[in-house]
């Protein structure tokens, strides 16, 4: 905990994490679901600013702008790199979406430029009113919102879980 608070320090959007790091918002996640199981064991809130703060970034506080949680929030990822979404919902981020999902987020942004969509997959890149997400970019970290982007837009079973483990944690206390 005390290594993700020191990076969140330094960080300008409060990331406990290391955003070139694969897994990057689950682990997320699970610093705030240990914040939460810290205070619970010990009766110590002292990182009860850092748990909302790690919330804040997973849904939007981030230097993307985005939340992670597909359908959580005003900008969510639209073209994730999974089957059943691309193929049979929608990838305008209206109407049927794999609400809830929870994808990787940043990653290193070098690994994106190894970019493979799976075979019969439809074509889908989203990116922001004003430009691509790539201005956002920094400090080696890059995320962005294309079907071929299994890096940063692949949700995953173990991810959603962690974040609904983390936000029942949260919601149980208030």
């Known amino acids: 905990m005390e290594t993700g608070r020191k990076r969140a320090a330094e960080d300008p959007f409060r990331s406990g994490v290391i955003p070139t790091d694969f897994d990057?918002?689950?682990?997320?996640?699970?610093?705030?679901?240990?914040?939460?199981?810290?205070?619970?064991?010990?009766?110590?809130?002292?990182?009860?600013?850092?748990?909302?703060?790690?919330?804040?970034?997973?849904?939007g506080a981030n230097a993307w702008g985005t939340s992670f949680?597909?359908?959580?929030?005003?900008l969510y990822p639209h073209c994730l790199q999974h089957q059943v979404a691309n193929l049979a919902m929608s990838r305008t981020g209206r109407g049927d979406i794999?609400?809830?999902?929870?994808?990787?987020?940043?990653?290193?942004?070098?690994?994106?430029k190894e970019q493979d969509a799976f075979d019969g997959s439809r074509p889908c890149s989203f990116a922001p009113e004003g430009?691509?997400?790539?201005?956002?970019?920094?400090?080696?970290?890059?995320?962005?919102?294309?079907?071929?982007?299994?890096?940063?837009?692949?949700?995953?079973?173990?991810?959603?879980?962690?974040a609904l483990y983390a936000l029942s944690l949260t919601a149980a206390r208030s």
């Open 98 to 112: 794999l609400r809830g999902a929870v994808v990787n987020g940043p990653n290193d942004a070098d690994l994106l």
């Open 24 to 59: 990057a918002v689950p682990h997320t996640f699970g610093l705030l679901a240990t914040a939460e199981l810290y205070a619970r064991v010990t009766g110590d809130h002292r990182y009860d600013d850092f748990a909302a703060q790690q919330r804040a970034w997973v849904f």
């Open 131 to 162: 430009g691509p997400w790539s201005r956002y970019d920094g400090h080696g970290a890059g995320y962005v919102d294309d079907v071929r982007a299994w890096q940063t837009v692949e949700p995953a079973d173990d991810f959603t879980s962690t």
């Open 69 to 74: 949680v597909v359908g959580a929030g005003d």
